[in-house]
């Protein structure tokens, strides 16, 4: 198992690959596993943009001591296959998660989500809401929130891949150091860093950035999710405000509340890692 202070070179090693459909087109996923022997539904996190699945170093390792855990990278981000040829949608990533979901053994899942994996997990869980036990939302992308003004800006063409090394770095810090509330410690920043780093990362960023489209989550029916859900959010969020919480609460058919971690920004499973891995296990095994 991955321990919870892991690189993301360590995180890497421990993933694993398979392949899901997007449009018909069978693409390269890999994701992060851990508990396949515990008990109960599979607990799937979802990331959001511009991050991948060592978003999760902090909690899925916590929260496979009890259950079975999947983390996986959206196609297009992380290790996952990112050529220039698929959509990366959240539309996209729900048939992502839904192949993903059809190899479990188990009928249902609980899903854990931030960003625009919230969108995806709003998705699934209104279209099979049968499938979905447990849902967990933390600063999501929802209704019209989205996309942010910054991460638009990602998506003209030539903007990133126009970047020198010390623009990257730059925006990179951006996102990541001082997004975050208070200082953001280096094994986060550089493990947020490294997919986009390497060679075609910087149109794979471009080409993710693009694929955001409000358009998926103001379609979603919200009254036809019956799964319990915990907006568990980072309170001092400007991108995603927590006023989105208590619309999403209100909005979902099934039992909601709303948890709000205080000295957090967006990056909430960095900026309150403990009190948000103990509020998800708290969660989880209600």
């Given at each position: 198992?991955?321990?919870?202070?892991?690189?993301?070179?360590?995180?890497?090693?421990?993933?694993?690959?398979?392949?899901?459909?997007?449009?018909?087109?069978?693409?390269?996923?890999?994701?992060?596993?851990?508990?396949?022997?515990?008990?109960?539904?599979?607990?799937?996190?979802?990331?959001?943009?511009?991050?991948?699945?060592?978003?999760?170093?902090?909690?899925?390792?916590?929260?496979?001591?009890?259950?079975?855990?999947?983390?996986?990278?959206?196609?297009?981000?992380?290790?996952?296959?990112?050529?220039?040829?698929?959509?990366?949608?959240?539309?996209?990533?729900?048939?992502?998660?839904?192949?993903?979901?059809?190899?479990?053994?188990?009928?249902?899942?609980?899903?854990?989500?931030?960003?625009?994996?919230?969108?995806?997990?709003?998705?699934?869980?209104?279209?099979?809401?049968?499938?979905?036990?447990?849902?967990?939302?933390?600063?999501?992308?929802?209704?019209?929130?989205?996309?942010?003004?910054?991460?638009?800006?990602?998506?003209?063409?030539?903007?990133?891949?126009?970047?020198?090394?010390?623009?990257?770095?730059?925006?990179?810090?951006?996102?990541f150091a001082e997004g975050a509330h208070?200082?953001?410690d280096e094994a986060f920043v550089a493990?947020?860093?490294?997919?986009?780093?390497?060679?075609?990362?910087?149109?794979?960023?471009?080409?993710?950035?693009?694929?955001?489209?409000?358009?998926?989550?103001?379609?979603?029916?919200?009254?036809?999710i019956t799964a319990e859900t915990l907006?568990?959010?980072?309170?001092?969020?400007?991108?995603?405000?927590?006023?989105?919480?208590?619309?999403?609460?209100?909005?979902?058919?099934?039992?909601?509340?709303?948890?709000?971690?205080?000295?957090?920004?967006?990056?909430?499973?960095?900026?309150?890692?403990?009190?948000?891995?103990?509020?998800?296990?708290?969660?989880?095994?209600?």
């Amino acid at each position: 198992m991955v321990t919870l202070d892991a690189d993301h070179e360590a995180w890497t090693a421990a993933q694993s690959a398979t392949t899901a459909a997007v449009d018909g087109r069978e693409l390269d996923v890999t994701y992060y596993e851990a508990g396949r022997d515990n008990g109960g539904p599979p607990v799937i996190f979802l990331h959001g943009i511009p991050t991948w699945s060592f978003l999760w170093r902090g909690i899925a390792p916590a929260v496979a001591e009890d259950r079975h855990v999947i983390a996986p990278d959206f196609a297009g981000y992380g290790n996952s296959q990112r050529t220039d040829d698929f959509d990366r949608s959240v539309r996209a990533q729900t048939s992502v998660l839904a192949d993903l979901i059809a190899e479990s053994p188990y009928n249902r899942v609980d899903l854990v989500a931030h960003d625009i994996g919230g969108g995806v997990a709003l998705r699934y869980a209104a279209a099979r809401s049968s499938q979905v036990r447990k849902l967990v939302l933390s600063n999501v992308a929802c209704f019209d929130s989205w996309p942010v003004e910054y991460i638009n800006s990602l998506g003209v063409p030539g903007v990133v891949e126009g970047w020198d090394d010390d623009e990257f770095e730059e925006n990179m810090d951006f996102l990541f150091a001082e997004g975050a509330h208070g200082e953001a410690d280096e094994a986060f920043v550089a493990g947020m860093k490294a997919p986009w780093a390497r060679e075609g990362g910087r149109t794979a960023l471009a080409r993710a950035a693009v694929a955001t489209n409000t358009n998926h989550t103001t379609c979603i029916d919200y009254g036809a999710i019956t799964a319990e859900t915990l907006c568990l959010w980072g309170a001092d969020d400007v991108l995603q405000p927590i006023d989105n919480a208590d619309r999403l609460a209100d909005a979902v058919a099934g039992d909601a509340r709303v948890v709000a971690l205080d000295d957090a920004y967006h990056w909430v499973t960095h900026d309150r890692t403990e009190a948000y891995r103990d509020e998800v296990r708290a969660f989880l095994a209600e």
